[in-house]
């Protein structure tokens, strides 16, 4: 029984180890690297989302060459506002 209760608590030790060094670096990795997003809407037709209002595609953000000021004519940017008293556009 003793055994037991020794091996549970090195596994809940050890799960608590990853998981404080997991989130740190998959925050950091998705806030400097890169993450996925998805574009709903007919805003971007014909280059994404060609279905239609029902359709919605999924795109990887590349947040390092925006970092490094690598950005290109025909590349998509994405924009996030930060503030509150941002207006949504919707059609």
């Not at 608590?9 to 180890?17: E, L, M, N, Q, V």
């Not at 806030?31 to 280059?47: F, I, L, N, T």
Request: glycine letters at 8%; proline letters at 3%; charged letters at 15%.
């Amino acid at each position: 029984m003793a055994q037991a209760q020794g091996l549970g608590r090195r596994y809940i030790k050890a799960f608590f180890k990853g998981f404080f060094v997991a989130v740190p670096v998959t925050v950091t990795f998705l806030d400097r690297v890169a993450c996925v997003a998805r574009v709903e809407g007919a805003s971007m037709q014909p280059s994404l989302n060609p279905g239609g209002r029902e359709a919605s595609d999924v795109v990887l953000l590349n947040h390092w060459s925006i970092r490094n000021y690598d950005v290109q004519r025909g590349d998509i940017v994405s924009l996030v506002c930060l503030v509150s008293s941002c207006v949504s556009w919707t059609s």
